[in-house]
């Protein structure tokens, strides 16, 4: 399960037998949250028990390093 960054308490992190569209999983004591990458942004797809003002701040930490979620999952899938 490759780490992507730790943020807030949450772990984002994807799986390594992962699929397409890209996307980041996150996961905190209290939940976890799937983000589907979208015609260039990350879109919450699903998520269960984070409170709302924390999938707020997870959707800015995500926006924010978008392009270095894509270069991670490009690097681990080798895919150029």
Known sequence: MPEIF???GFIF???SNE???IHVHVRGKNGNAKFNLCEGK????????IKM????KIDKVIQDNTQI????????????
């Open 6 to 8: 730790l943020f807030y």
């Open 13 to 15: 992190y994807f799986f």
């Open 19 to 21: 699929h397409d569209p």
């Open 42 to 49: 990350f879109v919450l797809q699903s998520s269960d028990g």
């Open 53 to 56: 003002g924390d999938l707020k």
């Open 69 to 80: 979620i894509i270069q991670h999952w490009h690097k681990y899938f080798d895919e150029d």
